[in-house]
């Protein structure tokens, strides 16, 4: 079975400074990979996904992410954060090449400082 | 392009009632997943609807049950509600179910057990 660990509930940062969220997978197969953040009192939204190729990945919203096969992790960076990135994001996995479900992580609240 | 529609938003029931929630996945969207998102927690896999059979189910008990339509849209019913039934509940659509495709959430039905 394939499972998720965020390794921080909650990260402040001051606002414009860089930004590191971690996440560590668990598969004895090979998997998809996201990153889905959910804003106050809405669903999810997807802000990036690993499917093959290369290793660096870019999303929306100046994010991007880094998969690391040897070190199982897909840790989410963004240079220089805002207030408006305020909001919880979770890391997400599924098995590759089949209709499988999507396993999310407990998420890791990121709170700006002004 | 209306994204992923559940109804009701928000919804107050007492222990051992019945609850039917509603979902309108996404146009050209065919797979219909509910998860389970409880208060500082990821989202949990309930069951994921294909073709108007359940295709996949988490380690959710029967009360949990559901079905999806011709047009593909779906209900989640619930019976004999607890009180640790409270959460968010959130459906997500997708093609065929592949997590390579994404999935795209709705913004969730807050249901509140008393």
């Known amino acids: 079975a394939q499972s998720v660990t965020q390794l921080d509930s909650q990260v402040p940062v001051f606002e414009e400074a860089p930004v590191e969220l971690r996440c560590n997978y668990s598969s004895s197969v090979s998997v998809y990979l996201f990153w889905y953040v959910q804003y106050p009192n809405q669903g999810l939204q997807l802000l990036l996904k690993y499917l093959s190729g290369s290793t660096l990945v870019k999303g929306i919203n100046g994010f991007e992410a880094e998969f690391n096969k040897s070190q199982t992790s897909f840790h989410l960076r963004k240079p220089s954060v805002h207030i408006s990135d305020t909001a919880e994001y979770f890391c997400a996995v599924s098995v590759m090449n089949r209709d499988d479900k999507i396993i999310f992580g407990k998420g890791t609240r990121l709170h700006i400082l002004p | 392009d209306a994204g992923v529609t559940q109804s009701p938003t928000h919804l107050i029931k007492t222990r051992g009632q019945q609850v039917t929630l509603r979902c309108s996945p996404k146009s050209g969207h065919d797979t219909v997943s509910w998860y389970q998102q409880a208060l500082g927690q990821g989202p949990q896999f309930i069951f994921q609807y294909y073709e108007e059979e359940e295709r996949q189910r988490g380690n959710f008990p029967d009360r949990f049950s559901g079905h999806q339509y011709p047009n593909y849209s779906s209900e989640l019913n619930v019976n004999a509600l607890l009180l640790g039934d409270s959460a968010l509940y959130l459906c997500?659509?997708?093609?065929?179910?592949?997590?390579?495709?994404?999935?795209?959430f709705g913004s969730g039905t807050r249901l509140t057990v008393v």
């Open positions: 997500a659509s997708s093609l065929d179910g592949r997590g390579s495709y994404g999935y795209t």
